[in-house]
């Protein structure tokens, strides 16, 4: 049966399909094609023939064995192979065909896509925000010939993503999914803030500083500890950037989210000290390193600082250290230890 299995070669080798590959596909296609033709054997193989443009369909018969009393159930005979490629089948060879380089096309197009997007994750790219009427819960990203999902989870509360607006994200995975490759993106993750820094600091993508750990409430506050690397670096001041600008130019792509940067401390007490920032703390006690648990003492005037409206500051210096911190007033404590010395 005739087959331009030349220019079907020829369209797979541009596409990247390797001739094996192809070959394989087409052939088990055509197979199961002849299997659904009536009268079609039970048992048969496809043969190609590029140099000719042609295949043939090799089929077998069984018969069923003869029991005996060693094996009461013989496996079926196979006979011998024999030519019943069917006369008509050109048409549905023809369609089986188109079938199966349309699947190896999308296969091909599928493996590129993830190809180029597994080495994004954990990255930040820019894309344009896509509405679906069907999908309201989720924002699609477009980037490129590839739609990003936003979904609920990794959205800011009270962010508005507009159709058409460009937007930067975090790539969170990329998968294989049924339809094809799976990107899911993030707006509210704390390396969104990472990476926005390391576009603007040169300091961290040189190694002078480093940014040692984040703690995040996404589109209200976000708390950074630093530390230098280099004798003589600022790691504060690398961050904040000349006027400001650095730490402006982030905080243009998080909308009314507060960034607080602090310094990082081996040092637990010097360490939750700076994490309660914007307050001061006029001391740490450490009550146990093990179970990380400590007591920062706080002015009267600042503990309301130093909570932060709803706990959102000490709930967050929290999650920055790793710490379970305790928040008492500094001139009930004072008071504390000197009727204590009086006794």
Known sequence: MELDLTSIHKLAAEQGIDAETLDAALSEALRLAYLKTPHAAKHARVELDERAGTFTV?????TPGTPTEEDPHPAPIIGEEYDDTPKDFGRLAASTARQVLTQLFRRAEDERVFGSFVDQRGKLITGIVQQDVKDPANVHIAVGDVEALLPRREQVPGERYRHGERLRVYV????????????????SHPDLVRRLFER????????????????REAGARTKIAVKANTDGVNPKGALIGPGGARVRAVMENLGPEKIDIVDYS???AKFVAAALSPAVATGVQVISEKNKTAIAFIHDDQLSLAIG??????RLAAKLTGWKIGIESAEAHARKVAAEKAD
């Open 58 to 62: 090799w089929a077998a018969d069984e």
């Open 172 to 187: 969170v995975t990329v998968g294989r999914g049924v339809r094809g490759p799976e990107v899911v993106v993030s707006r």
């Open 200 to 215: 603007e600091v040169p300091e961290l993508t040189s190694g002078a500083v480093s940014i040692m750990a984040i703690a």
């Open 266 to 268: 081996e040092d637990p």
């Open 309 to 314: 409206k709803e706990g959102q500051n000490a």
